[in-house]
């Protein structure tokens, strides 16, 4: 399985989407070939539903749809993958266990990234990138940890946390595989432009 | 895989049990041999974490383990089963998907009953059988509603909801294969000898 480069969407529920759904759509027609589900509290049934519901939506636009921690969830909902972060299931134990699935981890660090893939994760999510407004405390990489995480691993890493459309290109220039979007696309005044100007960025 | 009867303990740390463990440790104690971890909320690999703690425990007293809800700390704790309610996965795909567990279905009427077997459910938790002053819009089913439930059915019925010690004969005599119970074992005085009581109640 080849991941897709570029914009990787996560839904999120607090900006412009009034769903999860909704949100998943202003990515994907944005050019966003890699959707995370992440919905962190609700009823399983509901969260299987509307993670099919998604899937749906992704593979109609030839994407691969990504669920954050549940790994019932993903299972249930048939989705591509799980993406497991430092307070949700071992890497290693679901690679274990769930064959089947894309397994995404996080990295703060080099040391995370060698780690996340010496137990099996099939990409990482590395950051955050830039300091970031609404997470003040997360540790900051930077460009010059973002190379050194890419550098480090043979998985394709998507550089999340504080990411703008204008530093796409250096991004884009440590080597890695595209760039984890909440905020710079669902909070936009016209997200599914937003979303498609980091797509044309990224492949521009 | 033969469930046991009598007390089905479901832990809580609303009452006196400080910690899920805790709550299990007074059950175990207590002569329960079947352990439903009931967590609601927080991160999954705490959750995943303290679920194998519990099953470690109900190893060491011969019980089962059963994780309410949450199917992947099911699986990634070693649990013996998992019980699905009616906001959770659906007992069939549940059923397809994780074929090494019990899957335990509620019921609130003869027909949900006839529908969680018919979808494969390996026992059922059938209520509420009384009326609880925490639960007043609970459907109630009764004594003889849980006596229809058991003839319907050729699965092992817990009697959920409202259960107290003096309800324990007559809850026996319509065939239920026993009682799950949180309050009135957890929020009693002395818990373990609460739990003791509701078994030789049981047994007796
Ligand atoms: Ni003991």
Known sequence: MRLPRGLYGITDTGYKA?????????????????????RKSGPTRE??????????LCRDHGALLIVDDRVDVAVLADADGVHVGA?????????ARFGGLIVGASASSVEEAVDGVRRGADYLGAGAVFP?????????????????VVEAVRVPVYAIGGVTLDSVPAIRATGAWGVAVISAVLAADDPVRAAKAFTEA???
């Open 18 to 38: 009034k769903t999860h759904l909704e949100a998943a759509r202003i990515f994907l027609e944005g050019g966003s070939r890699i959707i995370q589900y992440r």
């Open 47 to 56: 969260m299987i539903e509307e993670a099919r519901a998604v899937g749906r």
């Open 87 to 95: 307070e949700d299931a071992p890497v290693d134990e679901v690679r």
């Open 132 to 148: 970031s407004p609404t997470k003040p405390d997360y540790e900051v990489l930077g460009l010059d940890g973002l190379r050194r």
């Open 202 to 204: 990224w492949d521009g």
